[in-house]
C-alpha cells in the first residue's frame, strides 16, 4: 500500500471517548456464595475504545490525527489522557467535565469467553459552555486537516447543535465529514459527506426492512436523499458495502474466517477517512477499507490493520504482486508473524522459459511464501552486456509476478541482492546447483541455502541463439 507508507493526512476525530478494560481468568468452581462462577484473574488490560478505537485505526494507518472531546475529571479520565498522549496524540482538544464521569466499559473474560460486562459513565450530554469551548477550538485548527470522522456512541458529546457546527464548518472548508451514526433520528447529521450505518442501524434509520436488492436501494436512497448527503453507504457484514452515489456500486466483502467483529466499523471509517484525504476515490476507497475491515475480523477483540497488514492480505485475495524495496521489511515482518516460512530467490529472468518456472516452483515448494529478486535494467546490462536484457524491468516483473509460484517481486538496481536480502531474512535462500561449492551472496544472512536443480537444455541465451538462426 504505497499510498498509506508515510502519508501526510491528517485527520481530525470528534466523538465520545471511552477505555476498553479487560480482565483475563479462568473458572474452574461456583461460588458457595450465590450460583455464580468464581473468576481467577490472571491479567488485566486496558485500550483506547470508542472515538478512541478510530484514532487507533488512523495511527495504524501513519496518518495524522487530532482528537476534540469531553471527559470527566475524574481518575479514569486521567487515565484516558495518559494512554493517548503515549500514542504521541495531541490532547489540548480534550475539555475536563466536573462531575462527568469518563466511560469505561469492563469486560471479565475467562477461558476465551466474556463472562460480564460493567460500565461506569455519564451520558448526559455537555453543557452549552463546554460545546462554545468546542466550537473555538475546532475552528482554530480545523484548517489543518483533510477529513472530520464523527464517532458518535450516544454518550453526550455530539449534541445536534455541535454536529451541525463541524458539519458547516467543514463544507466551509471543503473537507470532507465522515459519520459513524447512533440511534433512530439521523437529522444532526444532515450535509455530512457520508455516513457509515450498518444494515441493522439503516433499517432502524430509514423504517424500511432490508430483506432484497430492491429495499437495499430503497434503503440506501432515503438516507442520502433525506440527510443531504454526497454519498449513501451501508455496510453490510459479510456481503461487503453498498455505495449510493450517482449510481449502486456493491463492494463485496474479502473471503476470511471471522474471528470477531469487534471495531471493524471504526476500522471502515478511519480507513475510509484516511482515503478520502489521500484523494482517492471513493470506489478505491470503500475498496481499501473493506480489506482494512477482513484484516481486523481475523483478529481477537479490537483491532487495527497497518499498511503492511492490507497490503499482504490484498496480495493474498487477488494473487501475486510487484512492490517496492521499501514495502518489502514491513510485509515480512507480517508474514513471520503469521508462522509464515519465507523463501528468497533472485535472478534476471529476461526471456521466461520452462526451466525458469521449473526453478521458480521449486523455490516456492520449500516454504510459505516466495519472494523474487528481480536484476533490474542497469543491473542486467552490467552482468550480461548492452544487448541485455531483452524484455524490460517491468515487463519482467509483470509477467513473473502473474506466476502462481512468485508471491511478490521486488526490482533491485545493484549487482547482487545482497541489501535486498538484509531487508527481507528469509528463512530459506534458493540458488540454482551450479553454485554446488561457490559462496552465494546472502548466505550469511538467510537461515538456510537450498541449491536447485536446473532444467536440462533449457537457457535465455540458448533462447536468444535459436531466435537470430
Given amino acids: 500500500m504505497k499510498l498509506l507508507k508515510h502519508n501526510n493526512a491528517k485527520i481530525l476525530v470528534v466523538g465520545d471517548l471511552m477505555i476498553d478494560h479487560y480482565l483475563w481468568g479462568s473458572t474452574d468452581r461456583i461460588s458457595p456464595e450465590a450460583p455464580v462462577p468464581v473468576v481467577d484473574i490472571k491479567k488485566e488490560t486496558t485500550v ?5 478505537n478510530v484514532i487507533n485505526n488512523i495511527l495504524a494507518l501513519e496518518a495524522k490525527v487530532s482528537v476534540v ?14 494512554m493517548l498522549a503515549h500514542q504521541k496524540v495531541n490532547i489540548d482538544g480534550i475539555f475536563e467535565v466536573p462531575h462527568r464521569h469518563t466511560s469505561k466499559k469492563t469486560r471479565i473474560i475467562a477461558t476465551h469467553q466474556q463472562m460480564i460486562r460493567f460500565d461506569k459513565e455519564s ?24 477529513a472530520v470522522l464523527l464517532s458518535d456512541y450516544s454518550k453526550g458529546v455530539l449534541t445536534d447543535s455541535l454536529t451541525q457546527y463541524i458539519i458547516g464548518e467543514a463544507r466551509k472548508n471543503s473537507i470532507p465529514v465522515l459519520v459513524d451514526p447512533k440511534g433512530k433520528d439521523y437529522s444532526k447529521y444532515t450535509g455530512a459527506t457520508l455516513l457509515t450505518p450498518n444494515k441493522k442501524e439503516a433499517e432502524l434509520a430509514t423504517d424500511i426492512k432490508i430483506v432484497d436488492e430492491e429495499s437495499l436501494y430503497e434503503a440506501g436512497y432515503k438516507l442520502k436523499n433525506s440527510f443531504n448527503l454526497d454519498i449513501s453507504m451501508i455496510t453490510l457484514s459479510e456481503d461487503g458495502i453498498a455505495i449510493f452515489d450517482e449510481n449502486v456500486t456493491k463492494v463485496r466483502a474479502k473471503a476470511r474466517e471471522v474471528y470477531d467483529v469487534t471495531g471493524a466499523g471504526d476500522t471502515v ?4 477517512g484516511v482515503a478520502l484525504a489521500l484523494k482517492m476515490g471513493i470506489l478505491e476507497a470503500v475498496k481499501l477499507a473493506n480489506t482494512a475491515a477482513a484484516v481486523v475480523v481475523g483478529k481477537l477483540g479490537s483491532a487495527t490493520a497497518t499498511p503492511e497488514e492490507i497490503s499482504v492480505y490484498s496480495q493474498n485475495i487477488s494473487g501475486s504482486g510487484v512492490i517496492s524495496k521499501e514495502e518489502i521489511r514491513g510485509i515480512v515482518s507480517v508474514l513471520k508473524e503469521q508462522g509464515k516460512k519465507v523463501v528468497f530467490t533472485n535472478g534476471c529472468f529476461d526471456i521466461l522459459h520452462r526451466g525458469h518456472v521449473d526453478y521458480l516452483q521449486k523455490s516456492r515448494n520449500q516454504g510459505d511464501v516466495l519472494v523474487l529478486g528481480l536484476n533490474s535494467d542497469a543491473s542486467v546490462k552490467r552482468l550480461k552486456g548492452e544487448e541485455r536484457p531483452i524484455n524490460n524491468q517491468d515487463d519482467r516483473a509483470f509477467v513473473l509476478s502473474g506466476l502462481t509460484a512468485v508471491d511478490y517481486v521486488v526490482v533491485f538496481d545493484e549487482d547482487t541482492p545482497y541489501d535486498l536480502i538484509k531487508e527481507v531474512e528469509p528463512d530459506i535462500l534458493t540458488k540454482g546447483a551450479d553454485y554446488q561449492g561457490k559462496e552465494v551472496v546472502g548466505s550469511d544472512i538467510a537461515k538456510e541455502v537450498r541449491l536447485i536443480e536446473f532444467t ?14
Avoid at 69 to 82: R, T, V
Avoid at 123 to 146: C, F, G, T, W, Y
Fill in 48 to 52: 483506547l475504545g470508542g472515538a478512541g
Fill in 69 to 82: 472531546s469531553a471527559i470527566g475529571d475524574d481518575e479514569n479520565g486521567l487515565e484516558l489522557k495518559s
Fill in 123 to 146: 451520558k448526559d450530554e455537555i453543557s452549552a459552555d463546554i460545546e462554545s469551548k468546542i466550537k473555538n477550538h475546532i475552528s482554530k485548527i480545523l484548517p489543518e486537516h483533510q
Fill in 269 to 272: 471509517l478511519a480507513t475510509l
Fill in 456 to 469: 536440462d537444455g533449457c537457457s535465455t541465451t540458448n533462447l536468444v541463439n535459436k531466435i537470430k538462426g
